[in-house]
C-alpha cells in the first residue's frame, strides 16, 4: 500500500473511531467513476439469452399531485460492469455477498498495456510486464486491487471493435486483451484483492478454457470486468472502492466502482 493509499484509509478510520460524520475532503480527492452506465447498449456476453431490461412501474403525476416513478429492472448478473464472484468458477467459492469488503475496498495498482494491445488485440498480459511494473512502481503487495489497462473501454459500446465480434450466441470468435495465465498466477499468489480489467474478460476473448478465472476463483480473487476510466488512476496510490449489487448466492453482479485518487 502507498503511503497516500494508507493515509486516506487512516483518515477515514479515525473519522470512524471519533464517531464524526464521515467525509471526503473533495480537495484532497479526485474521484473516478470507473463503471459504464447500464442501459439498452450495455454489452453482455455473446450467448447471454438476455440483457439489461428496465420496464417503467409508474412515471407520471399520481392523484395526490405529485410526481412518481419506479422501474422494475433485470439484468443477468454477467454484463455491463460487473463482479465475478469466485462461485462464478469455482464451486466452493465464495458468492457475491460473501466476499469480504476489504477484497473490494483497497488500494490499486494500474498496469498499462494499452501499447502492447493497441499493436496486438489479443495480447496478455505475461509476468515480465508485472515484472517491469514493480520495477518501475515497487512491488504489488498483499490485499491490493489489481487494474489491467488496455484502453478498450474508449471501444465501449461497439460490439464488433470491443469484443471483436457481433455474432449473436457465438462466442468462439472474440478477441480483446487481457490477464495471461502465468501474469495471473503470479498476482494470485502474492496475495492480490482483485483482478479488474476494461475489457469484457479476465480471461482473454480468445480464450476457451478460462483458466484465468479459474485460477482467481480457486483463491477466492473476484473479478472486476468492463471497468473504464483507467487513463485516469495513477499507477499505484487511488482507493477503489468497487462494491456490488449484494446478492444472495450470487455468481456476480452489477458493480458501481469508483476510485479515490489523491490530488
Ligand atoms: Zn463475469
Given at each position: 500500500?502507498?503511503?497516500?493509499?494508507?493515509?486516506?484509509?487512516?483518515?477515514?478510520?479515525?473519522?470512524?473511531?471519533?464517531?464524526?460524520?464521515?467525509?471526503?475532503?473533495?480537495?484532497?480527492?479526485?474521484?473516478?467513476?470507473?463503471?459504464?452506465?447500464?442501459?439498452?447498449?450495455?454489452?453482455?456476453?455473446?450467448?447471454?439469452?438476455?440483457?439489461?431490461?428496465?420496464?417503467?412501474?409508474?412515471?407520471?403525476?399520481?392523484?395526490?399531485?405529485?410526481?412518481?416513478?419506479?422501474?422494475?429492472?433485470?439484468?443477468?448478473?454477467?454484463?455491463?460492469?460487473?463482479?465475478?464472484?469466485?462461485?462464478?468458477?469455482?464451486?466452493?467459492?465464495?458468492?457475491?455477498?460473501?466476499?469480504?469488503?476489504?477484497?473490494?475496498?483497497?488500494?490499486?495498482?494500474?498496469?498499462?498495456?494499452?501499447?502492447?494491445a493497441?499493436?496486438?488485440r489479443n495480447?496478455?498480459?505475461?509476468?515480465?510486464?508485472?515484472?517491469?511494473?514493480?520495477?518501475?512502481?515497487?512491488?504489488?503487495?498483499?490485499?491490493?486491487?489489481?487494474?489491467?489497462?488496455t484502453?478498450w473501454?474508449?471501444h465501449?459500446?461497439?460490439?464488433?471493435?470491443y469484443l471483436g465480434?457481433?455474432?449473436?450466441?457465438?462466442?468462439?470468435?472474440l478477441s480483446f486483451p487481457s490477464?495471461?495465465?502465468?501474469?495471473?498466477?503470479?498476482?494470485?499468489?502474492?496475495?492480490?484483492?482483485?483482478?479488474?480489467?476494461?475489457t469484457a474478460s479476465?480471461?482473454y476473448g480468445r480464450?476457451?478454457?478460462?483458466?484465468?478465472?479459474?485460477?482467481?476463483?480457486?483463491?477466492?480473487?473476484?473479478?472486476?470486468?468492463?471497468?473504464?476510466?483507467?487513463?485516469?488512476?495513477?499507477?499505484?496510490?487511488?482507493?477503489?472502492?468497487?462494491?456490488?449489487?449484494?446478492?444472495?448466492?450470487?455468481?456476480?453482479?452489477?458493480?458501481?466502482?469508483?476510485?479515490?485518487?489523491?490530488?
Amino acid at each position: 500500500m502507498t503511503r497516500a493509499a494508507i493515509l486516506s484509509l487512516a483518515i477515514l478510520m479515525s473519522m470512524v473511531a471519533r464517531g464524526s460524520q464521515p467525509s471526503i475532503d473533495p480537495g484532497a480527492h479526485r474521484i473516478v467513476d470507473l463503471s459504464h452506465a447500464f442501459g439498452p447498449r450495455t454489452l453482455y456476453w455473446p450467448t447471454s439469452s438476455t440483457k439489461f431490461r428496465l420496464e417503467s412501474l409508474a412515471s407520471g403525476k399520481t392523484e395526490g399531485g405529485y410526481f412518481y416513478s419506479a422501474n422494475s429492472l433485470c439484468t443477468p448478473e454477467h454484463g455491463g460492469t460487473h463482479l465475478d464472484a469466485p462461485v462464478h468458477f469455482a464451486e466452493r467459492g465464495l458468492t457475491t455477498a460473501d466476499i469480504p469488503l476489504e477484497q473490494l475496498v483497497a488500494p490499486s495498482v494500474v498496469i498499462d498495456v494499452s501499447s502492447q494491445a493497441a499493436a496486438d488485440r489479443n495480447y496478455r498480459l505475461t509476468r515480465d510486464d508485472v515484472s517491469a511494473f514493480e520495477k518501475r512502481h515497487g512491488p504489488i503487495g498483499r490485499g491490493a486491487i489489481v487494474l489491467l489497462r488496455t484502453g478498450w473501454s474508449r471501444h465501449w459500446p461497439d460490439a464488433k471493435a470491443y469484443l471483436g465480434d457481433d455474432t449473436p450466441g457465438d462466442a468462439s470468435k472474440l478477441s480483446f486483451p487481457s490477464y495471461g495465465v502465468e501474469a495471473a498466477r503470479l498476482l494470485v499468489d502474492r496475495g492480490v484483492a482483485a483482478l479488474g480489467v476494461d475489457t469484457a474478460s479476465i480471461d482473454y476473448g480468445r480464450s476457451a478454457d478460462f483458466m484465468v478465472h479459474r485460477i482467481a476463483a480457486a483463491r477466492n480473487v473476484p473479478g472486476l470486468e468492463n471497468l473504464t476510466n483507467l487513463d485516469q488512476l495513477p499507477a499505484r496510490g487511488a482507493l477503489v472502492i468497487a462494491l456490488p449489487m449484494k446478492i444472495e448466492g450470487g455468481s456476480g453482479g452489477p458493480l458501481r466502482a469508483i476510485a479515490l485518487v489523491p490530488r
